[in-house]
């Protein structure tokens, strides 16, 4: 079968969708099937921009090519917006700027007029480009929940496997927590930190990942000395993949405290690497995989509450590593596997 996959590309930033859309070519290849991709340069600098892009993936003439896809597979807003006559969409999320993050403290847009007019249009073409699809795919059942919320879609729970799982191991347990993301605001880094001020036990928080937002970077660096927190907290920037796993092995516990988070790939991999993982009430994705006090915590997005929490997984390193063991358990339990989602495509 020839299977033509639609999504989005950043220049210079790679993430969870870039995983993802990896995967899924490389699972679909080894089925035996002829694959190919179409990207559509994002660009989130204007809201023109944001028009051009809905304009040119419904432009894209797929349909009349001197070998046509049997099988569209979207991914990313607005990849699904492109026409076949056989379109399934692997929804990975909508823009969220304008839906569940519009009043929220993450809101980057200016409620103006024409804002307002502008994300009218979007979730009325996002409604009806999906009603296009053969069939719609969530890759969470937080995704799932918005796109019934606010398109009234409904939508298959399929959940992403890791690209190489295999490569997650656990080596030891030492006294830091680890904390690894891309620098950006939604992930609430800042939490985390000022957390840590009230944390007495000897233990350090190490935070990871590539910087999306210098001006962030500045602002947790910043925060870091004021608070005066240099020997209990530190900044890996842009780490290679080698040594993002080899912190993942030797961690006491992963924490991820990211808000409304889509899916959340850390956590799948804290799991796979025994590790136990202290998310929030408020924070998506990871949720679905936490079980509060067996595998992980789930706490209110509070530093006095996490705090609490971190100097109880010190104490009781028995009982963390316990969490830790029975979080590769749930994991590894479920059957979340290419070879799944393969079937469900194609079927």
């Known amino acids: 079968m020839r299977v033509l996959v639609i999504n989005t590309r950043v220049p210079f930033i790679r993430g969870g969708a870039e995983a993802l859309e990896r995967g899924l070519i490389n699972a679909l290849r080894e089925a035996g099937h002829q694959v190919d991709i179409i990207r559509i340069l994002e660009n989130w600098s204007s809201h023109q921009y944001i028009l051009n892009m809905m304009l040119e993936a419904r432009i894209l003439d797929i349909e009349k090519m001197p ?86 879609i409904d939508s298959e729970v399929i959940y992403p496997p890791l690209v190489e799982k295999e490569v997650f191991y656990c080596d030891s347990y030492e006294d830091f927590i680890f904390f690894p993301s891309r620098l950006t605001p939604l992930k609430r880094h800042e939490l985390a930190i000022e957390a840590m001020e ?96 067996v595998n992980g915590f789930i706490i209110n997005p509070d530093k006095n509450f996490l705090a609490e929490t971190i100097e109880k997984m010190y104490k009781d390193k028995k009982k963390t590593i316990e969490m830790g063991r029975l979080a590769y358990k749930k994991i590894s339990s479920l059957d979340i596997s290419w070879q799944r989602v393969i079937e469900k495509f194609i079927k």
């Not at 502008?118 to 059942?141: G, P, Q």
């Open 67 to 152: 070998l046509e896809a049997d099988l569209v597979i979207a991914l990313k807003f607005p990849s699904y917006f492109v026409k076949h006559k056989n379109k399934i969409v692997w929804f990975l999320h909508h823009y969220r700027q304008f839906y569940d993050l519009w009043d929220s403290p993450f809101n980057l847009i200016n409620h103006s007029e024409e804002t307002k007019a502008l994300r009218d249009i979007v979730i009325k073409a996002d409604t009806a480009m999906l009603k296009e699809a053969k069939k719609v795919f969530s890759i969470s059942k937080t995704v799932a929940e918005r796109l019934k919320n606010y398109n009234g």
């Open 198 to 293: 009230y944390v007495k036990a000897p233990i350090t928080l190490i935070i990871a990942g590539e910087v999306e937002d210098k001006n962030y970077l500045n602002k947790l660096e910043n925060l870091i000395f004021k608070k005066k927190l240099n020997n209990k907290v530190k900044i890996f920037k842009n780490l290679s993949k080698r040594e993002i796993i080899e912190f993942y092995a030797k961690c006491l516990a992963v924490i991820f405290p990211s808000y409304k988070e889509d899916y959340g790939y850390i956590t799948l991999e804290a799991m796979y690497s025994h590790k136990a993982v202290i998310t929030c009430t408020d924070s998506g994705g990871p949720t679905e995989f936490i079980k509060h006090g």
